[in-house]
């Protein structure tokens, strides 16, 4: 198995912005991706509770609320809203407000309720940029999800571990971990069921076919690592996504090249 560091991934990014592909549309990408496993694994009358950091890693969860039409769901910011970090979490928590979706910016680790045991709880707390300790709220956040006995599924990567090496001091005991492209480090070691590789939407195959056709000039440079403004900090992971546009960028290149040989 193949696998990517969270340093691999946010290069993966920066090649998408490279060709001129948006962070807000691969936020776009992944969390309708997540939205659609939801569906296909849970009933539409399982209560739905999202764990929302205030990275991208949030972002992602904010739009999968949107498209999980027909639940019950409900969200939880760790934060204030105005504390986001980035503009595509900004821009689509703003959206989620608009649409009446319940959201509960907590501040406090004492408002943090206990959890229901017959939901389906989606961790979006941290994704593969976190870096340093948890802080009280999140742990206490990673206390209240663990203590139940809900489906738990994670965004990325389970809250707390560390996505290059799998190490933690407390992290998220997930049933399903969703990661948007290879999976990343932690994964070969962890606990729960994997979904969401690129290859589950893509055939891995086809995308390698499509990327032996480019010409050598038209190559992004994707071992090069993301400029300092770039790189995800704690609050700010990396907006995943990636996996499942890459064919269809492949072959929009791929059809560019050959109209000019006509």
Known sequence: MQVITSTEMAALDANCEYYGLARMQLMENAGASLANIIKQKFPQDTPVTIFAGKGSNGGDAFVAARHLTGYNVQVFLLGRGDEI???GARWNFSILKKAGTPIIEITDSTQIPELDNDCVIIDAIFGTGIKGRLRPLESTAIDRINSCASEVV????????????GDFKKAVRSNITITFHNPEVFCEGCEGEILGKGGSFIPQEKIDHLVSLLPPETEAPATKPPSEEETPSEETQGSPGFGIITAFLGLFLVMFYLAKRR
């Open 154 to 165: 994670s965004v990325d990567v389970p809250s707390g571990l560390d996505p290059d090496t």
């Open 85 to 87: 970090k980035t503009a």
